[in-house]
């Protein structure tokens, strides 16, 4: 990895195969890169072209990209332009893609089902009939056979409108949040795109306790086939082990702690104090801790991401003769809340030694 200074405090890292200087920070889910500057989120390209272009921010111009990359912080791929020359060069390279609002009768109709409307008033099927049988009005018959629908948009069940892309992603033509997932309302409440698809794909509802992953690491992809289900913890592995999880842990990032204050962490964990403690300490959450004591955050280049042991903690806190007493002195009468607190761990760990949750046996 080769990072660059842009501009002071802004960097990136160099692809040399294109010349584009990526921003390794905080990201928008269309891949633009912001950053947190006196309570407002800023485009990082604009403030670059800023440096450039000496009163740029207060032209109302757009910071337009060469290279078609939105991540790409180089000032010599970004130049000023109107949103007339902006969005000219997007349709002059396809890079706009039709939105959703842009295909009449998606949303009570399937891709399929509108070809199938257009190839029969070709043959000779009048509008009317056509409203008729599928259940639209007049008008809505009008605007599809105006539509000119791309051949690589299909729908995608329970009814999503999707682009397939030459890696067999499906991108989810609606509506995305800051991270890129699709949403879509329902009864009033928004709700998640690729659960839902998930739900369809597995023909069962899926608990809050399990997450929708991809295989392809892209989250505007709703396709089926690279939709699987996993706990919390396999996710967070899953990204872990393919590098997804850099932007939190990266030095580039808005994050609180740097590489020195988390080795200092692991030390602490390793001679025993609590999550807790350090966590008020360096005044994160406790689950930054846990992240960063099982590393699936701050991984070292090369590391190996470790795997935990069945039915219990990556570096297990009693050996099995102290779970075995622990047990003894539960069955005897002594209370969870008073042997959690001489062990200086949560009661939940106790709880779970006592139900044989965890240390079941070598």
């Known amino acids: 990895m080769t990072i660059v200074t842009v501009v002071p405090g802004i960097e990136g890292e160099i692809d040399r195969s294109t010349g584009c200087i990526n921003w390794q920070g905080s990201k928008f889910g269309n891949g633009y890169g912001r950053k947190w500057i006196d309570g407002k989120t800023v485009l990082v390209h604009r403030l670059v072209l800023e440096s450039k272009i000496a009163g740029f921010l207060d032209s109302g111009h757009f910071a337009c990209h060469t290279c078609d990359n939105p ?31 842009s295909i009449p009768g998606i949303g009570k109709l399937s891709i399929a089902q509108l ?16 409203a008729k049988e599928y259940g639209v009005q007049h008008e809505t018959i009008t605007k599809i056979l105006q539509t000119n629908i791309p051949n690589n948009f299909i729908t995608v069940p329970p009814g999503f409108l999707g682009e397939i892309q030459d890696n067999r992603c499906i991108i989810f033509q609606g509506a995305k949040d800051g991270q890129g997932y699709g949403r879509y309302l329902k009864n009033g409440k928004s ?18 306790s399990i997450d929708a992953c991809h295989t392809c690491d892209n989250p505007s992809c709703i396709n089926p086939e690279h939709l699987w289900g996993g706990t919390r913890s396999q996710n967070s592995l899953d990204a872990s082990k393919k590098g997804r999880t850099q932007g939190k842990s990266h030095p580039l990032s808005n994050a609180k702690l740097d590489w020195e204050k988390v080795r200092e962490i692991r030390q602490k964990l390793a001679a025993g104090e609590r999550m807790k403690d350090i966590a008020q300490e ?10 960063i004591k099982y590393h699936f955050t701050w991984k070292e280049d090369g590391e190996e991401v470790p795997v935990p042991r069945m039915g219990g903690y990556l570096d297990r806190k009693f050996t099995f003769a102290q779970a075995l007493e622990i047990r003894e002195r539960i069955q005897a009468g002594e209370s969870i809340s008073k042997i959690a607190q001489e062990f200086g761990v949560s009661r939940s760990v106790i709880h779970d030694i006592k139900n044989n949750v965890t240390y079941r046996g070598e």
């Open 71 to 101: 991540s790409c912080i180089n000032p010599a791929h970004l130049v000023a332009g109107t949103a007339a020359e902006n969005t000219g060069q997007m349709m002059g390279r396809d890079r706009k893609t039709p939105r959703r609002k």
């Open 115 to 130: 070809r199938e409307i257009q190839t029969k008033y070709l043959a000779g099927t009048i509008k009317s009939h056509l």
């Open 282 to 291: 360096y005044s994160v959450g406790s689950h930054t801790i846990h992240c």
């Open 191 to 208: 709700k998640s795109v690729t659960r839902a698809v998930l739900a369809e794909k597995l023909g069962c509802v899926i608990p809050t």
